[in-house]
């Protein structure tokens, strides 16, 4: 397998989730009837507030990825040893890591696009995408680094 450089790996996972708010939009355009565009206005000023909720859990919830990504790099590296004819087993422990860890601020990144379909504004589902990127290049900058 060849090495995935880390400066290429963690923008492409981190922009994963707006590319997902890009083709629900694309879609829900193309797709929602008139009555569906009128449900999402109406249930708007319910669904807004709870979208802003999701800006402190996905903060939160980035932080723990990095934790997460801690362990998980442990371990798939003690598993990685355990392969000694693999000479890529060390790299592929790194990058499952790393794709593991970084669906910890993703998720709710993602509940909250999901709102943004039902009919939140777009404005909190877009600070949390946003601190969702953060949080998985978060997860790159303080990994431990290869060797």
Request: glycine share 4%; no cysteine.
């Amino acid at each position: 397998m060849a090495t995935v450089s880390r400066r290429v790996l963690l923008p492409l996972i981190a922009l994963s989730s707006p590319l997902s708010l890009a083709v629900e939009t694309a879609i829900r355009t193309a797709l929602f009837t008139d009555e569906m565009r009128e449900l999402r206005l109406m249930v708007r000023d319910t669904l807004t507030p709870i979208a802003w909720w999701f800006v402190p859990v996905t903060a939160a919830a980035s932080v723990l990825g990095v934790f997460v990504h801690r362990v998980v790099l442990r371990r798939a590296l003690a598993s990685a040893t355990k392969r000694k004819g693999d000479p890529d087993a060390e790299e592929n422990a790194r990058v499952t890591a790393l794709y593991v860890a970084s669906s910890v601020p993703q998720l709710p990144a993602l509940v909250a696009t999901f709102l943004f379909t039902a009919g939140a504004r777009v404005e909190p589902v877009m600070v949390t995408l946003l601190v969702a990127a953060a949080g998985v290049m978060l997860q790159g900058w303080t990994a431990p680094r290869e060797g």
